[in-house]
């Protein structure tokens, strides 16, 4: 069910089916967060901000017409939160106000090469994979996630296969690039 269409989650949800509600927020939660740390709140006001943006979900559910819409409607619920809280502590921003979240954007400015390095390495090791294997990794990483039956079937492997093959290939993934024996 978590990766279903959202109108059947949002139906679902509505009709008080918490797997639906744990399958939308697995889905976007990553989303609101994204919005959320680009606004720099503290620690506490971002976990309040992205607890009332599921709140508001739960209160509107009802009133979601265009389901396709929903990442954009939790993307400005979470924007509005946000600059309702900062509204709120322009108001009462202590004199020695700290924030207490690091900077996501801040980055050493050896990281984009480190980056570059690692994804070529990376990349050189799983041309090293037989095409089977390449396609399965593929469909592990998808996103939104398959789950193991879709691989299955795509790939026409028996599901229980799946999690053998995809930990010999890390592991051969591995040995390439010579984190192992």
């Known amino acids: 069910m978590s990766h279903g269409p959202v109108a059947s989650l949002l139906e679902a949800a509505s009709n008080g089916d918490q797997t639906a509600w744990d399958a939308l927020v697995e889905r976007y939660a990553r989303l609101v967060w994204s919005v959320v740390r680009g606004f720099r709140l503290d620690d506490a006001a971002a976990h309040d901000v992205f607890q009332t943006v599921w709140l508001r979900l739960v209160e509107h559910v009802d009133r979601i017409r265009e389901p396709e819409r929903l990442p ?38 050896a990281e984009p090469l480190i980056d570059l390095e690692t994804i070529e390495v990376a990349m050189e090791a799983f041309g090293q994979l037989s095409a089977e294997h390449q396609q399965l990794m593929r469909l592990l990483c998808a996103d939104p996630p398959l789950d193991y039956e879709t691989i299955a079937s795509i790939i026409d492997r028996p599901i229980g296969s799946i999690g053998p093959t995809r930990a010999r290939c890390l592991a051969k993934l591995r040995a390439i690039i010579g984190e192992e024996p």
Do not use: H
């Open 72 to 109: 954009g409607w939790l993307s400005m619920t979470a924007k509005n939160e946000c600059i309702r809280v900062l509204k709120r502590q322009r108001r009462q921003i202590p004199s020695e106000f700290e924030y207490d979240v690091a900077d996501p954007i801040a980055r050493d400015a």
